[in-house]
C-alpha cells in the first residue's frame, strides 16, 4: 500500500477522532497528517514524511492550538431584560403580601408578591428578586 494512503486513514481517523473531543489537538494533528499525505504523494521518502508530520503537528499543537482554544471559550451570557432584575434587590414601597404590593428595583416601580405567600412584607423592607412571573416580581425579604 502507498504511503499517502496510510497517512490519508491517519488523517480521517484523527479527524473523526476529533469529532468526539473537541479539543482541537486531534484535528490539527489530522492537519499534519493531510499536508504528509500530500508530501508522501510527490514521492518523499518516509524518513521526510515524518519529519514533515512531526514539524507540522508540533508547530499546530504550539502555536494554532492555544489561538483555537482562546475562541472556543466564550464569555459568560450575559443576562437582559426581566431575567437580570433576578437576584437584585428591590425596596418594598407598599406592603407586599401574596396577593400583592409593589417594590422599586433598581429606580422603577414593579408589581409585586411574596414569593412565599403566608409573609406579610412591610413598607421599607430590603427584599431580594427571586423570580419575575409577567410584570410581578416575587420577593422575599433579607434577612
Do not use: C, N
Not at 426581566?82 to 428591590?90: C, E, F
Request: hydrophobic content about 50%.
Amino acid at each position: 500500500m502507498d504511503s499517502w494512503i496510510v497517512w490519508l486513514i491517519l488523517a480521517a481517523a484523527l479527524g473523526i477522532a476529533e469529532l468526539f473531543t473537541l479539543t482541537a489537538a486531534m484535528g490539527i494533528i489530522s492537519v499534519a497528517a493531510l499536508l504528509t499525505a500530500g508530501v508522501a504523494a510527490i514521492g518523499l521518502p518516509p524518513g521526510l514524511q515524518l519529519l514533515v508530520f512531526v514539524l507540522a503537528s508540533g508547530g499546530g499543537l504550539l502555536g494554532l492550538r492555544p489561538l483555537a482554544m482562546r475562541h472556543l471559550k466564550q464569555a459568560p451570557a450575559q443576562r437582559f431584560g426581566v431575567s437580570a432584575l433576578v437576584g437584585k434587590s428591590a425596596y418594598v414601597t407598599h406592603e407586599v403580601t401574596g396577593r400583592g404590593g409593589r417594590v422599586k428595583i433598581g429606580g422603577e416601580e414593579w408589581s409585586a408578591r411574596a414569593y412565599d405567600e403566608t409573609l406579610v412584607i412591610p413598607v421599607g423592607t430590603t427584599v431580594d428578586v427571586f423570580e419575575i412571573e409577567g410584570a410581578t416580581a416575587l420577593v422575599y425579604p433579607r434577612e
